[in-house]
């Protein structure tokens, strides 16, 4: 998430008050990180479960029962503190709603375009769905809600989950309790690319699924790209992205907050202030320091901000607009006196967050409703994030009745000829003939295309 030199020739002059100490993006394709991934995926379609089992004890020192029984599913809430448990539950309450009123916005029709000619479209959920479920050194409880919940919401009627076994549960019980919240099928205590293997080749006693969703390290990342294809994806997530644009009305201390509440998801993370005014950008940079100094987690989150962190002073709202847009960063917030300008007129981004009341970490843990599996390194530019519509096709049909010939076959039949593609226009040619190319029926069709009938 960072202007490169041809970018930058295209954007109005900028002040750099803070410029990324690394040149270039966070690495997201490591040469060995490719070849292990490449490795491991073809052992585990060669020898299947054995060798999913082989991995899961190497990587993750587990050579327990691979599945997590529906009892221990149900249990796993009993496991957590009561305030963690409802936050859960408030989490998946939310994250359901707002999905199933996607849901409810992605409708079927059907449009005559000329007479006795119909098309429509459905909406059919995909069948088979493998969620991963991260739950590394940070576990990132809300992850089934995103994943799980909202492909069940879609309608999908297999969703299995894996995550990294851990524990006497056989996984983070949090992660579980998610898990059951989101009325997974069935949840396996396995980790990492042996997990996207196993639920692509269908190794755990179910067939292969159909699409992988869910975020994870860079050796996930990279099995979810060696798959595609095979199967489907939800999206390529690298490091975890935010952006402020914030003017004079802006708090700088809740501004360096929010930056470096993402920044703390990995030393890789980029954080970016976009800002019109030049004293806010030098009092959050200062801001962002005092807040590194007490945070528990600043030896991850500083590293991110010294070396992929970046504060840019802009002329003016449009300039922020211009700036935020050549980012396309996974969170921004906006934190300005013209908030719903920005709505208006932002293009790029994964999720917005409108307003200092809206920060990113309301929607990471779930309880703003809204997805964060987003799209990252500019890539919201042409994705969005995942949805109920990611795990729905939208697929057309075609209804043609014999008095809807004159509007299709000869445009077809002339096309084809001119194509030189024979039997195409045959199949037009012989419907003409059984309606009779003398029928009234023809008398609509444009006086260019009739002189050929």
């Known amino acids: 998430m960072q202007i ?13 008050l803070k410029k990324p100490a690394v040149d270039g993006p966070p690495a997201q394709r490591d040469p060995k990180v490719v070849e292990r991934v ?54 998946y309450e ?15 029709f059907e449009i005559e375009l000329a007479p006795g000619v119909n098309c429509g479209q459905r909406y059919v959920p995909v069948s088979r769905v493998g969620a991963y479920l991260p739950a590394g050194r940070f576990p990132l409880l809300a992850s089934a809600f995103m994943t799980v919940n909202v492909a069940k919401t879609a309608g999908v009627p297999m969703v299995v989950a894996c995550t990294p076994p851990s524990g006497e549960h056989g996984a983070h019980p949090a992660v579980l309790y998610g898990a059951h919240l989101s009325r997974a099928d069935r949840v396996f205590a396995v980790g990492g690319v042996q997990a996207l293997g196993a639920m692509a080749f269908g190794l ?31 999206l390529l997530a690298g490091p975890s992205e935010v952006a402020v644009i914030a003017d004079d009305s802006a708090d700088p201390a809740w501004v360096a907050a929010d930056l ?43 590293p991110a901000w010294r070396d992929f962190g970046s504060v840019i002073v802009v002329r003016d709202r449009d300039d922020a607009i211009a700036v935020a847009d050549v980012l396309g960063p996974e969170h921004l917030e906006v934190h300005t006196e013209d908030d719903d300008y920005y709505l208006r007129n932002l293009t790029n981004y994964g999720s917005l967050f409108i307003g200092p009341w809206s920060t990113v970490a309301y929607s990471d843990k779930g309880i703003a409703g809204t997805n964060h599996v987003l799209p990252t390194g500019k890539t919201a530019r042409y994705n969005a994030g995942l949805s109920v519509s990611r795990f729905l096709k939208p697929l057309t049909y075609q209804r043609a009745a014999e008095n809807g010939t004159a509007a299709l076959a000869p445009a077809v039949e002339r096309i084809s000829a001119f194509e030189g ?20 029926a023809f008398d609509s069709v444009p006086a260019p295309l009739r002189e050929q009938l």
């Open 421 to 440: 593609l024979a039997a195409h226009g045959a199949t037009a040619t012989l419907r003409i003939d059984r309606v009779g190319r003398t029928s009234a």
């Open 38 to 91: 490449s490795q491991m995926l073809r052992e585990i379609e060669r020898r299947g479960l054995d060798a999913v089992r082989a991995y899961a004890e190497e990587l993750d020192g587990w050579s327990g029962d691979l599945e997590i029984s529906e009892t221990e599913l149900k249990k796993s809430g009993d496991a957590l503190p009561p305030d963690v448990r409802t936050a859960l539950e408030m989490g």
């Open 4 to 16: 490169t030199h041809e970018e930058a020739q295209a954007l109005p002059p900028l002040q750099w």
């Open 94 to 108: 939310r994250t359901h709603r707002f999905a199933a009123a996607q849901r409810e916005h992605l409708t079927d």
């Open 260 to 302: 470096l509440g993402q920044a703390e998801h990995g030393p890789n993370s980029p954080a970016a202030l976009i800002t019109t005014s030049e004293a806010l950008g030098r009092a959050v940079a200062a801001e962002v320091e005092s807040q590194l100094e007490k945070l528990v987690t600043r030896d991850i989150a500083g």
């Open 204 to 234: 755990l006693d179910e067939a292969p699924v159909d699409m992988l969703v869910g975020a994870g390290n860079a050796f996930v990342t990279e099995a979810k790209r060696q798959l595609f294809g095979r199967v489907g994806i939800d």
